[in-house]
Nanobody, 124 residues
Framework: QVQLAESGGGLAQAGRSLRLSCVAS????????MGWYRQAPGKQRELVAD????????????VKGRFTISRDYASRTDTKNAVYLQMDSLKPEDTAVYFC?????????????WGQGTQVTVSS
């Protein structure tokens, strides 16, 4: 089992910045990619950004150039997996609940774990 603890959401004015953090506990060496998704009221959950085991990043079209994802990787000396999302030049349309995601590979099977979500509200 993996638990994801998110922090850093809140209220910001348009044009300002927020930083989200997500720390994973459990099965540190089974986690492959980690990322952020968001869901606005009445809309489907969508990818914001993710980063794989090799450090390759992938961004949703609406956040490219404004958001930056980064990651801490578990090692033998520190088993912490974490993912961060630096959100700059925020827009009102970025308002959503942001969910942390961890993808695991265990004996050839893929599993997804989700955080509880953190609210981001951007005022105009």
């Amino acid at each position: 089992q993996v638990q994801l603890a998110e922090s850093g959401g809140g209220l910001a004015q348009a044009g300002r910045s927020l930083r989200l953090s997500c720390v994973a506990s459990g099965m540190p060496f089974s986690i492959t990619s980690m990322g952020w998704y968001r869901q606005a009221p009445g809309k489907q959950r969508e990818l914001v950004a993710d980063v794989n085991q090799s450090g390759t990043t992938n961004y949703g079209a609406s956040v490219k150039g404004r958001f930056t994802i980064s990651r801490d990787y578990a090692s033998r000396t520190d088993t912490k997996n974490a993912v961060y999302l630096q959100m700059d030049s925020l827009k009102p349309e970025d308002t959503a609940v942001y969910f942390c995601n961890a993808h695991l590979l265990v004996r050839g099977q893929g599993y997804d774990f989700w955080g509880q979500g953190t609210q981001v509200t951007v005022s105009s």
